[in-house]
């Protein structure tokens, strides 16, 4: 099997989050916490077409993403700066880079069936409704039902595509035999600091970990490896001067591998058999 590079994204800020839509579609959310921007950009996943770059808002920093539904982008405010509690939903196309609807009162709890679930915080309950995803009309109102809004978050959970991600696990001396090999071949003499991460896609054992590069600074390195000989097919250094042990470096969706380097750049390999 063999790793090839499809494209990459670099950015002058650092990237802050990645989420992948229902339809392939990558939004990469990037911030500057010294000029206090955020800007977001928006790529077909497998081919790397770009739909948007450095998408900014009225609101230049205090925004962030709640979700990406059927091209449809959730954003929220936040209730105060430098707090993590969030207000307002700003409903946005990612086809047409508009606006679809916003909502001053109302604040995110996650989307089922295209209808947006939310709430008004009262002084010690909760009141809910759901709106439309591509209109923001109300739908229904459910007062104070936690019961039956919980029942349909779960049920928005279960139907999320899991199975289309792959995320590293924590490496122990309880891994399968050929996987505890190779990583112990791997880590024989270096000074490991934080967890091994791993996981396998088909024959690949694709790992990361940090090692020390003198007292202060840590290396970062990512190798994909056949599981059955024990080849090396890829490697390379994710972050090669860091201060402290960073995980969930990389993770699989669908064929291709996402790997984070240098807090600034994102990289994606086709893992397909078919290379």
């Not at 099997?1 to 339809?23: A, E, G, H, P």
């Not at 008004?120 to 007062?143: K, P």
């Not at 190779?182 to 940090?210: A, K, M, P, Q, R």
Request: glycine share 4%; with cysteine.
């Amino acid at each position: 099997m063999k790793l090839k590079r499809l494209y990459s994204f670099k950015s002058n800020n650092q990237i802050w989050r990645i989420l992948i839509s229902d339809t392939d579609k990558l939004l990469i959310e990037t911030r500057n916490v010294n000029s206090k921007e955020v800007m977001f950009t928006c790529k077909e996943i497998f081919s790397g077409k770009s739909i948007f770059e450095n998408l900014q808002l009225e609101e230049k920093f205090w925004i962030g993403i709640e979700g990406f539904y059927n091209d449809v982008i959730i954003f929220h405010k936040f209730a105060k700066p430098d707090m993590p509690g969030h207000k307002e939903i700003i409903a946005f196309d990612s086809s047409t880079q508009n606006v679809l609807w916003k909502n001053e009162k109302l604040t995110f709890q996650f989307v089922f069936n295209n209808k947006v679930y939310s709430y008004i915080q009262l002084f010690d309950s909760r009141e809910f409704f759901s709106l439309d995803l591509f209109t923001g009309e109300l739908i229904e109102q459910f007062g104070e039902d936690y019961q039956k809004i919980n029942e349909l978050k779960k049920q928005a959970e279960n139907n999320y595509p899991y199975k289309d991600y792959l995320f590293p696990l924590k490496y122990d001396a309880t891994a399968n035999g050929n996987i505890k090999k190779i990583i112990e071949t791997l880590l024989s003499n270096i000074d490991i600091v934080g967890d091994v991460e791993y996981n396998v896609y088909n024959n690949l054992l694709l790992t990361n970990f940090y090692s020390k590069t003198n007292e202060e600074n840590l290396m970062n390195k990512f190798y994909a490896i056949e599981l059955n000989t024990g080849k090396e097919v890829f490697s390379t250094i994710l972050n090669s001067n860091s201060n402290a042990f960073v995980p969930d470096s990389f993770f699989v969706y669908k064929s291709l591998l996402l790997m984070l380097k240098e807090k600034n750049e994102l990289l994606i390999y086709n893992l397909s058999e078919d290379n």
